[in-house]
């Protein structure tokens, strides 16, 4: 196994690079570099050859899990296979090599798949218009919070509060104390829904607005959430949807159906952008009609067949991002919205629904189930039965890299105990899934057999166990240096 950094590999004078010999007068870094820019020591940059650059960068990809290499059910986090599709247009140079400030006119194309993605976003979710400035869902959020905050103060409201599940992903409670509200916590019934009772006990005239993840973080649709916006509505409180798991819904459920205000969605999940790793992402958010003043600027607007930025926007919450958000991620969206469809984008939440329902069916006789009810895009189990032979979630979660499956995401949500969140995708084959199955009752059988090779999970990754809050907080890059 590699594990040498690139320096580990320098040789003084190795070259990487052939270049032809020069025909122009050949001139020194300081005729060229004023000398108070120069570095006063050279900086160390390794010297290495082409074919040594290529086997490190290459045998690196591979030492870390990836959608590429199999499967990774992280749930909510809908790591589905990325068409390789969208990298190629989106790699373009008629895309790559566009300035965001050029004059409006010499880039009505991009301006043109700004307006479209807008609008396939409104016919998918049913909202009257889109932002997609936010870089990622938490910054979504963040928008759709100083949309609410901007109507309330146009109203002369006194807000004080944001309702949100406890089931809630942890960006909703830091997204609305970021927004300027505090968050106030709702509890969920036995079956993961929300605890109408407890909500109607903390809804008073200083509630600014309610945020609902749908499908909620167990799997589960919330089918009372009609009553929810109708009890928020009430009192002049707006409906947020944390849409990240659009996944389910595509072509099933529109968003302003279940009388939600403001949405926002997930592209690098929902709509296959690469991502994990910090991204680039992108989060739109969609509002409904009264809203539509709020959003940030500029938007895309379209007159006969110009498209134009349109900044002259007074009751705008401002700017939010650079330009018009992280193009790239939206022009993969464009791609892959085109490539499949009204239909195929049904097909595509059919499919993520059906491979949940499955794994969870399969599973449910050895790893206790978190609620009774029929999940739809991804499935929660509670690895208490394996807690009691002896094996930690977290063991569980280590032995199956040692498959060389990537684990699911685990103690999420935080209302289950020894939670296994486990979001397939609909991009998994049968094959695939059945696979998992086996590996998944393997475990379970070795914690009854053989349980050593399970709490010393995993022997076959480039590292074992680490202490992770260490790694995290001290970060050693010279590791491999000092180990290889
Ligand atoms: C991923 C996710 C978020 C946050 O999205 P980021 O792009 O990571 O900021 C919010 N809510 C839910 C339910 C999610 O799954």
């Keep these: 196994m590699q594990r040498k950094l690139i320096f580990g590999y320098s040789k003084e004078g190795k070259m990487g690079t052939t270049l032809p010999k020069c025909d122009v007068p050949q001139k020194t870094i300081t005729d060229l570099i004023p000398q108070n820019l120069l570095r006063e020591i050279p900086n160390n940059l390794p010297q290495v050859s082409e074919p040594e650059v290529v086997r490190h960068y290459t045998n690196l990809s591979t030492l870390n899990h990836h959608v590429d290499k199999d499967f990774y059910p992280l749930g909510?986090?809908?790591?589905?296979?990325?068409?390789?599709?969208?990298?190629?247009?989106?790699?373009?140079?008629?895309?790559t090599e566009i300035h965001p400030a050029q004059l409006s006119d010499t880039t009505q194309g991009s301006l043109k798949i700004l307006y479209e993605v807008e609008?396939?976003?409104?016919?998918?979710?049913?909202?009257?218009?889109?932002?997609?400035?936010p870089a990622a869902g938490a910054h979504g959020e963040l928008t759709g919070v100083m949309i609410i905050h901007k109507y309330h103060k146009s109203k002369g409201n006194k807000k004080k509060y944001i309702l949100i599940p406890d089931s809630a992903h942890g960006t909703n409670p830091a997204s609305v104390m970021l927004g300027g509200f505090k968050p106030i916590k709702i509890k969920s019934t036995?079956?993961?829904?929300?605890?109408?009772?407890?909500?109607?006990?903390?809804?008073?005239?200083?509630?600014?607005?309610?945020m609902l993840t749908n499908p909620n973080t167990l799997g589960i649709f919330e089918e009372n959430v009609l009553e929810i916006s109708k009890l928020i509505?009430?009192?002049?409180?707006?409906?947020?949807?944390?849409?990240?798991?659009?996944?389910?819904?595509?072509?099933?459920?529109?968003?302003?159906?279940?009388?939600?205000?403001?949405?926002?969605?997930?592209?690098?999940?929902?709509?296959?952008?690469p991502h994990g790793g910090g991204g680039p992402g992108g989060g739109p958010i969609g509002v409904i009609e009264r809203l539509k003043k709020f959003l940030p600027v500029p938007i895309v607007v379209k007159e006969n067949d110009d498209y134009k930025l349109e900044y002259n926007l007074p009751d705008s919450i401002g700017k939010i991002h650079s330009y018009f958000g992280n193009f790239n991620?939206?022009?993969?969206?464009?791609?892959?919205?085109?490539?499949?469809?009204?239909?195929?984008?049904?097909?595509v939440s059919k499919n993520a629904i059906i491979n949940a329902n499955y794994l969870r069916e399969c599973l449910k006789d050895k790893f206790q189930i978190a609620s009774p009810r029929i999940p739809m895009h991804e499935c929660v189990f509670s690895g208490d039965?394996?807690?009691?032979?002896?094996?930690?979630?977290?063991?569980?979660?280590?032995?199956?890299?040692?498959?060389?499956?990537?684990?699911?995401t685990i103690y999420f949500p935080l209302i289950v105990s020894e939670a296994l969140m486990i979001e397939p995708t609909e991009t998994e084959s049968k094959e695939t899934l059945d696979r998992f199955i086996e590996i998944m009752l393997k475990i379970d059988k070795e914690i009854e057999d053989n349980i050593d090779d399970v709490k010393n999970a995993p022997q076959s990754t480039p590292n074992s166990r680490l202490d992770e809050a260490t790694a995290s907080r001290n970060l050693d890059v010279n590791y491999f240096l000092k180990n290889s």
Excluded: W
């Design 76 to 95: 909510s986090c809908t790591m589905k296979y990325n068409p390789k599709i969208n990298e190629a247009i989106a790699g373009n140079s008629q895309f």
């Design 119 to 133: 609008k396939y976003l409104c016919a998918i979710t049913g909202m009257n218009a889109f932002t997609l400035h």
């Design 190 to 210: 036995e079956e993961g829904l929300v605890d109408i009772e407890d909500l109607k006990s903390k809804l008073n005239d200083e509630v600014a607005g309610f």
């Design 233 to 273: 509505h009430s009192v002049d409180g707006l409906m947020y949807m944390d849409g990240a798991n659009m996944n389910a819904l595509l072509g099933i459920v529109k968003t302003i159906n279940m009388g939600f205000d403001i949405t926002h969605l997930n592209l690098h999940k929902t709509f296959s952008t």
């Design 329 to 347: 991620v939206i022009l993969k969206t464009y791609v892959y919205l085109r490539m499949l469809g009204e239909n195929g984008l049904k097909n």
């Design 385 to 408: 039965k394996q807690k009691e032979k002896g094996a930690k979630t977290l063991d569980i979660a280590k032995r199956l890299l040692d498959y060389g499956m990537h684990a699911p």
